[in-house]
């Protein structure tokens, strides 16, 4: 199984930025998927999710209203798009895949990417 994060890079504060996560090597069909981040110095946190059939989503209060997460089932990727960047939401971000229902807890998915830095210049 193999996730691919992409689209990282910088951007200046309100920007904008589009994530994207190639999946290969598993019934895509199968599992909800979740971007997760991890900051300098902090944990891991959740940012958002979409279950299988991507007709529910959720996602951290701190992104809610400025970032969305879409799937294509067809072309096995799932994406996350980020408005209005915040200096706070510089993080390396990880997509992950979760057999069954798309989840907040990091513990709960079943297979991670390498991750994709992202950067909001203040």
């Known amino acids: 199984v193999q996730l691919q994060a992409s689209g990282g890079g910088l951007v200046q504060t309100g920007g904008s930025l589009r994530l994207s996560c190639a999946a290969s090597g598993l019934a895509f069909g199968d599992y909800g998927m979740g971007w997760f981040r991890q900051g300098p110095g902090q944990a891991r946190e959740f940012v958002a999710a979409?279950?299988?059939?991507?007709?529910?989503?959720y996602y951290a209060d701190s992104v809610k209203g400025r970032f969305t997460i879409s799937r294509d089932n067809a072309k096995k990727m799932v994406f996350l798009q980020m408005y209005n960047l915040k200096p706070e939401d510089t993080a390396v971000y990880y997509c992950a895949a979760e057999k069954g229902l798309a989840t907040r807890y990091s513990e709960d998915y079943d297979y991670w990417g390498q991750g994709t830095l992202v950067t909001v210049s203040s």
């Open positions: 979409v279950t299988w059939s991507g007709s529910s989503t």
